[in-house]
Every structure is written in structure tokens, then in C-alpha cells.
């Protein structure tokens, strides 16, 4: 619609808000191609480079319900039974993980708990980019 009201200039940085917004969210997957689409100027403007380079810093992070089920997952038992400690919420958060703050039973020490957003949802996550992307690659080249 833009090329058709020749406002292409006037919404560019609108439009790239819209597109960071919509890579987010889709979900991890998407998250990590907008980030390498970031760097690429043979494919985007550098307003829209300049607004997906965001997902570089400023990732959302995924919920902590979820983020303390995988680490109970993974431990095999209650996170309670190994620190004393696990802050609430992250203190980092990346496309495909988080981090939060935790404190060790066993000795005290303060500790950096990584969680990785990784199983099934990911995995379909991925085929789904996956298939999006090859129908985007033939479309491309008609």
C-alpha cells in the first residue's frame, strides 16, 4: 500500500516498528533470523537494520514459570533443593535463553543460572521457519 500512496519515506521507520514487532512475536526462532537480518543491507534499509538490531539487546523474555520448570527439568529435582536462592524474574534474557540470579545451598556462593529455551516448542519453532522461509526463497525467485 505504501508503494501505491507513495508514502514509502513518510512510513519507512513506521514499518520497520511493525516488523520488529512481528518478528517478536512469532517467537525465539523468528527472533534469531531478525537478528541476523540485522546486519544484512543487501536485503533490508537501514532503518529497518537500525530497528531489528533491537533484538540484539532488548529480547523479551520467556515466561518464568516456564523458565523454572526447564531448570527443575533439568535438575531432576525441586530448584529448591540446590539454591537458596533464585530471583523471581531474569536478570539477562537472549533469542534463545535467560539468566537469573541464584545462591547455592551447599556453599553460598551467588551464581548465574542459564536457561536455555530449548525442547519440542523450539524445535517446532524452527521447521515452521523453516518451511516459511523456503516458501519465501521460491516465491522470490518467480
Do not use: H
Not at 21 to 33: D, N, P
Not at 113 to 138: C, D, E, I, P
Amino acid at each position: 500500500m505504501d508503494v501505491i500512496n507513495k508514502k514509502v519515506k513518510e512510513n519507512e521507520v513506521a514499518r520497520a516498528i511493525e516488523l520488529r514487532e512481528i518478528v517478536t512475536s512469532l517467537g525465539r526462532a523468528y527472533i534469531k533470523l531478525g537478528q541476523a537480518l540485522s546486519i544484512r543491507p543487501d536485503i533490508l534499509s537501514p532503518v529497518a537494520m537500525t530497528e531489528l538490531q533491537k533484538l540484539c539487546d532488548k529480547v523479551p523474555s520467556f515466561p518464568d514459570d516456564i523458565a523454572m520448570a526447564l531448570i527443575e527439568e533439568e535438575l531432576g529435582q525441586p530448584w529448591r533443593n540446590i539454591y537458596s536462592e533464585l530471583s523471581s524474574s531474569p536478570i539477562a534474557a537472549a533469542s534463545l535463553g535467560q539468566v537469573y540470579k541464584g545462591r547455592l545451598k551447599e556453599n553460598g556462593d551467588v551464581v548465574a543460572v542459564k536457561v536455555w529455551f530449548f525442547g519440542s516448542f523450539l524445535r517446532s519453532q524452527l521447521m515452521w521457519l523453516g518451511w516459511s522461509m523456503s516458501g519465501l526463497l521460491a516465491s522470490l525467485r518467480s
